[in-house]
């Protein structure tokens, strides 16, 4: 049987599976539909009958009224329909609210909590509002500036491609493994230039003692909110593609790349043009959604938790079961599975709903490899 | 003996010829809302309420959509019936 898939809206104002949301949206479609059919039908005029006609019993109805009303009374109840559905929904955001409030909020205290003992540094602000952002920022403490060595990779072949356009594409090109940033620019048919940025995972998971950015320790800063390393490497790696501050970007990442690339498009940096993050930890990133954005986590899967409490963005948020075994843990945040997602996701009944990206000339991905230089 | 005569029903075969166009139009568009509304009625075949909604509640929402999609393929029928029988008397009264 395949998993439901919930979706909450921005703002955590509506809370359902896709089906519900899909009936709700062409529910309005019918209502319109239904009262521009019942106008129409208003509207046409019937020819008086002949007595002959009358004669042979072929009852042409002498007025469409009855017809029309009929489809007026249908027009109320798509929108009666529609209320009932946007209540249900209303309401599991009301108890989505609850829950994060009654379950997560407490956990999060809990983890900075022994966060705060592991690490030896108190948060200044007051217990009652210590949460996962306290908790890293406790571990990690002020990272100093990053020496970093950002270097394209010129053996990587891959030919020219064409814009992903759909979501299971586009997950499908982060990339995975030692070329952690993908970069590919598109000049549209109107002449400005797109770039996507794609940004894997977490490569490395000890903290302070590897060479690699996409540690664990940037983990912890991204979600301290502070300076990470792998922020500035991703940042270096812009700037050799050619990306400038106000150019418009599209970012999409895996995990911590996916934390990365919501850092970046709420930086103010870059004119963001969407955001897609697959099981990332975004709980402490205020998201204002100014642009499409989908963020998609399994429901098992432990490292979007890891953010900490989820609280109301400005973006949609999707989430089901990954279809991984009980208990594997990694199956459930691997990369490979969110494909699988995304290609469900694809195929949902409320794709319409989600963002969509336009098609694009070609370009030929820059991958980028990053080294601490100072361990 | 004549069944029909103008007197009997002085009108059947001076129908105007605006009255025959009229009726032809009206059957038209009759059938261009049916086909709306059997588009309609498709479109809600391919909705549901999704599978993880468990209540009472979702019956009924099941259950009127249900009602609503051949509510709509009702309409529909009456009112091809209606374009049809509409397209049959101008067509007549055009051959009469």
């Not at chain 1, 609210?97 to 540094?121: C, F, N, S, T």
């Not at chain 1, 697959?278 to 986590?297: D, E, H, W």
Request: with cysteine; proline share 5%; aromatic share 6%.
């Amino acid at each position: 049987m395949t998993e439901a898939i919930w979706v909450t809206t921005p703002g955590t104002v509506w809370v359902s599976e896709d089906h519900v949301m899909a009936l709700a949206s062409h529910l309005l479609v019918c209502e319109g539909t239904f009262i521009s059919a019942h106008q129409s039908l208003s509207g046409i005029e019937v020819a008086s009958r002949d007595p002959f006609t009358h004669a042979l019993q072929h009852l042409p109805a002498q007025s469409l009224g009855p017809l029309a009303m009929a489809v007026a009374t249908m027009a109320e109840e798509a929108l009666s329909l529609r209320e009932a559905l946007t209540h249900y929904a209303h309401n599991s955001a009301e108890q989505e609210r609850v829950r994060v409030q009654a379950w997560e909020v407490p956990r999060d205290r809990i983890l900075a909590l022994i966060a705060v003992m592991v690490g030896g540094r108190t948060p200044e602000i007051p217990f009652e509002r210590w949460g996962v952002q306290e908790a890293a920022q406790a571990l990690v403490g002020t990272p100093g500036p990053h020496r970093l060595e950002v270097t394209a990779v010129t053996g990587a072949k891959v030919g020219a491609v064409q814009r992903g356009t759909n979501i299971a594409d586009r997950v499908g090109r982060i990339p995975d493994g030692e070329n952690p940033i993908r970069i590919e620019r598109y000049v549209s048919a109107s002449g400005h230039t797109e770039t996507d940025v794609y940004l894997a995972g977490t490569q490395e998971w000890s903290v302070g003692t590897s060479a690699e950015p996409f540690d664990m320790e940037s983990n912890l800063a991204l979600v301290a909110g502070v300076s990470a390393a792998s922020m500035v490497a991703v940042e270096a790696a812009m700037r050799k593609a050619g990306v400038k501050p106000g150019d418009r970007v599209s970012f999409v990442g895996h995990s911590q790349g996916g934390l990365l690339a919501a850092r970046l498009a709420e930086s103010g940096r870059y004119a963001t043009s969407s955001l897609l993050t697959v099981g990332a930890p975004l709980g402490t990133v205020t998201l204002n959604g100014n642009y499409p954005a989908l963020a998609i986590s399994h429901s098992d899967d432990l490292v979007p938790e890891l953010g900490g409490a989820s609280k109301p963005t400005g973006i949609t948020h999707l989430e089901t079961h990954s279809g991984a075994g009980t208990l594997d843990v990694a199956g459930a945040h691997a990369r490979e599975q969110y494909v699988a997602t995304a290609e469900r996701v694809e195929v949902s009944p409320a794709r319409d709903s989600l963002p969509h990206w336009e098609a694009s000339g070609e370009a030929h991905p820059q991958f980028f490899q990053a080294r601490r230089t100072d361990r | 003996m004549a069944v029909f005569s103008e007197k009997m029903f002085p009108s059947w075969d001076r129908m105007p010829p605006e009255r025959v166009a009229m009726s032809a139009s009206a059957a038209e568009q009759a059938r261009a809302q049916a086909r709306v509304l059997r588009d309609v009625a498709a479109g809600l075949e391919r909705h549901n309420t999704g599978s993880a909604w468990r209540s009472p509640a979702k019956n009924l929402c099941d259950a009127r959509v249900e009602d609503l999609q051949r509510q709509a393929l009702v309409i529909a029928r009456k009112l091809e019936l209606w374009a049809q029988s509409e397209g049959a008397a101008s067509l007549r009264a055009e051959q009469l």
